[in-house]
């Protein structure tokens, strides 16, 4: 009965590949977010959907491409990972009759 | 633009040991909220507190309780009676209300909270 998973929790990875993160939410919610923690644990919005529409897209390297088939679900693909990828992705959701955003474990990716 | 500053890096207290963690937040906006979480070391953001711009009373929940100040622009957290499982990092953030997907969150650098037993 998680409310908001994503998977996987940890990603080893070389330089160069593509991968993808999933999320997933059981919320009923309509609005899903991405947000990068960097080394220094600073947290940054990057993407927002809304109703499976993209809403924010926070200049994030057109590399990152994120994908919502349903409301339910945000994926994050990243096209040639770079060192500077390595982060914990978090995902978010909440419902647009009030504000609080709840948060996914987060995906450690680290880039070799 | 929106910002939220937590000037306090790092803090450490003994087991119960009152402690305040401070948040001050920038806005031009009169409709906004505030938020706090934790972030305890396996790692999950886990939802404290929700506070909208019209709200300025202040909250108890247990040993936790949450002070907002418009008039100075603070968002002040206090744990009484700290635990040893209060270590984390505890994160402020500011949302605008924009709607249907427009609020984002900015989080403050957070701030490193290690109660010693």
């Not at chain 1, 994120?66 to 770079?82: G, T």
């Not at chain 2, 909208?52 to 936790?64: A, C, K, P, T, V």
């Not at chain 2, 270590?87 to 249907?100: D, M, T």
């Amino acid at each position: 009965d998680t409310a908001v998973s994503q998977t996987p929790k940890y990603l080893v990875t070389q330089m160069g590949n593509d991968k993808s993160i999933k999320c997933e939410q059981n919320l009923g919610h309509d609005t899903m977010y991405w947000y990068k923690q960097d080394s220094k644990k600073f947290l940054k919005i990057m993407f927002s959907y809304n109703n499976k529409e993209l809403i924010i897209n926070e200049t994030v390297p057109n590399r990152f491409s994120p994908k919502s088939p349903d409301k339910a679900h945000l994926n994050l693909h990243i096209n040639s990972l770079e060192l500077g990828d390595s982060a914990v992705y978090f995902c978010a959701s909440r419902t647009s009759l009030q504000e609080t955003q709840y948060f996914g474990p987060g995906t450690r990716l680290l880039v070799l | 633009a929106q910002k939220v500053t937590q000037a306090q890096t790092e803090i450490s207290v003994v087991e119960k040991e009152d402690v305040t963690l401070d948040c001050v937040y920038e806005t031009r906006d009169t409709t906004y909220y505030l938020f706090w979480y934790k972030q305890p070391p396996s790692g999950e953001l886990v939802f404290l507190i929700r506070r909208n711009s019209f709200d300025e009373q202040n909250e108890i929940s247990g040993r936790y309780s949450w002070n907002f100040q418009k008039s100075t622009s603070s968002f002040n957290f206090t744990i009484t009676a700290s635990q040893v499982v209060d270590s984390a990092v505890y994160f402020c953030a500011l949302s605008e209300a924009r709607g249907f997907g427009n609020e984002k969150l900015t989080f403050g650098t957070g701030t490193r909270l290690t109660i010693i037993p």
